[in-house]
């Protein structure tokens, strides 16, 4: 059931639905992609056993409004930043995720792994995967990669080297490291195993999360209120994007600066 | 073909409504190559991604004269449009670890190989065209630049371009610097100008040194259709386009098009980044 027009489009806007989210701390890299739900309230319990995740689960944003015959439906968003300095946020889909990894082995590790089975976006298309650090790793920059299996069953893929450790690289809380594909694929259906190159000194927690990218939404007047909306306001790349009912909604960022936040994901049935 | 009518039409598209068909496609990169760093960049001046690892993966270096598109290793992939509609550009967005410009552009032709120690004619697509473009062939708006793949030398010299213009009038030629440093390392990617009155490229026939830069290495030349610069004007903020409400109004993108990044950085860094394309069918 697609929207019809820019009344129907108005009259959605007005049932003002909102998944709302709150951090509990500034949070953030300076020009590096993090995962914010990390500092959510209220805390989100660290990940272990890779669990595939749903509009319940404690990462994701909410309530999302109910859905009947039609679709989930991405309208807008409101959101204060505490403090100065742009956020790029990223609206996704978390697929599954889990923990218990460690950043001072330079062995193959399957703590956990293989992620659990996806429950949506199951071909893998367009599904990325990254390294989550929940527990903060050490200091000394190295890479690693990834086994997983591509978009099309192909077990035993191995991701190009990613670097990780180091504070400019990132080994905070929250720190989140895309993985980069190898040749030729566009996704990602599962995680089997990560191997570092070289320990980073300290051996932390990090897990991987598998997630569907849905919209991205520019922060740009680096403090205060921002409203953005599908048609009005731009800077909403992605909007009207439909996701599935089920749907853990929730917030990656690529920012400036640390930064405090609340705010709301408007959605709507379409 | 359909136009998209008006606002509550492209509303009623990009929901799925009158096979609108939309997709959003998201990639990130990051500032390596084959899984190595990648050679820094020179600030304020133009450097391809063409084989930044991400997803999706890089893409490979060009030998033989070719013809990239969609399913292309390296270019940002997409759904071809259905049935006799076309994809429309809506939106872009990248946010980056480096400020500057990002160029997006439907990468028609490219090749490699092409030596920086040889001052004879360097046959691009020869005389007629093989491979002849199969995007853009009109030519308006084409660009060319020579892109860089294993750094040349560090004594400049001049290139020499020699090309069909937009109106279908061969042996056009105009000249571009090359070699020396700036303009010698690997991902540098430099806009060769046109001859005065000139709007776009057909073809280009060949390449040709004034004299060595020193050094071989590898470059080779890309011919280009831009379809949005999207400015990044600080480390991590989100530069955008809305073509809904922006100029110059709601790009085309062609079924087959390699959508792929050049950028102009503020700093030498290599960049991260992540970004979105929005289309819709109409």
Known sequence: MALADYDAYLAALRENRGADFQLSAATGRAARLSALWRTFVPAPAVPTTSVALDGSSDIAIGPLPPVDAGQLTLLGARVNPGGIGGVSLIVADILNHSGGLVANVATEQTTNLPTAALTRYTSGVGVMAGLLVTTAIGTTATTFTMSYTNQAGTAGQISQPVAIGSTAVGNAIGTFAPICLADGDTGVRSVESVTLAATTGTPGIMGVVLFKPLAMIALNDFSGAHVVDAVSSGGFVGALAQCEPDACVSLLAFQNVAQFMTGSILLAEA | ?282
């Open chain 2, 1 to 282: 073909m359909a136009a998209i009518t008006d606002l509550s039409d492209l509303i009623n598209r990009q929901t799925g409504g009158n096979s609108g068909s939309p997709e959003n496609i998201f990639f990130h990169k990051v500032g390596r190559v084959a899984g190595a760093a990648a050679t820094a960049l020179v600030a304020v001046r133009s450097a391809s991604l063409w084989r930044y690892d991400g997803m999706p993966a890089g893409g490979a270096v060009p030998t033989v004269a070719a013809i990239p598109d969609r399913t292309t290793q390296g270019a940002l992939p997409f759904t071809a449009p259905g049935g006799s509609r076309e994809k429309w550009l809506i939106g872009a967005a990248i946010a980056s670890q480096v400020a500057g410009v990002y160029l997006l552009y439907d990468r028609l032709f490219h090749i490699g190989g092409l030596s920086g120690t040889s001052t004879a004619d360097q046959t691009v697509q020869g005389s007629p065209a093989s491979p002849a473009l199969t995007r853009n062939t009109g030519g308006a708006g084409n660009m060319a630049w020579y892109e860089i793949y294993t750094a040349i030398g560090a004594t400049g010299t001049t290139l020499t371009m020699t090309y069909t213009n937009q109106a279908g009038t061969a042996a056009k030629t105009s000249t571009i610097n090359i070699g020396a440093t700036g303009f010698n390392a690997i991902s540098r990617a430099q806009r060769i100008p046109l001859a005065a009155g000139d709007t776009g490229i057909r073809a280009i026939e060949k390449v040709k040194l004034t004299a060595s830069t020193a050094t071989a290495g590898n470059f080779g030349i890309t011919i280009a259709q831009p379809l949005a610069w999207i400015p990044v004007g600080a480390a991590g903020v989100m530069g955008w386009r809305d073509y809904t409400t922006g100029l110059p109004g709601i790009p085309a993108v062609h079924p087959d098009a390699c959508l792929a990044l050049m950028f102009v950085p503020s700093a030498v860094t290599a960049p991260e980044f992540f970004g979105s394309l929005a289309f819709v069918e109409a």
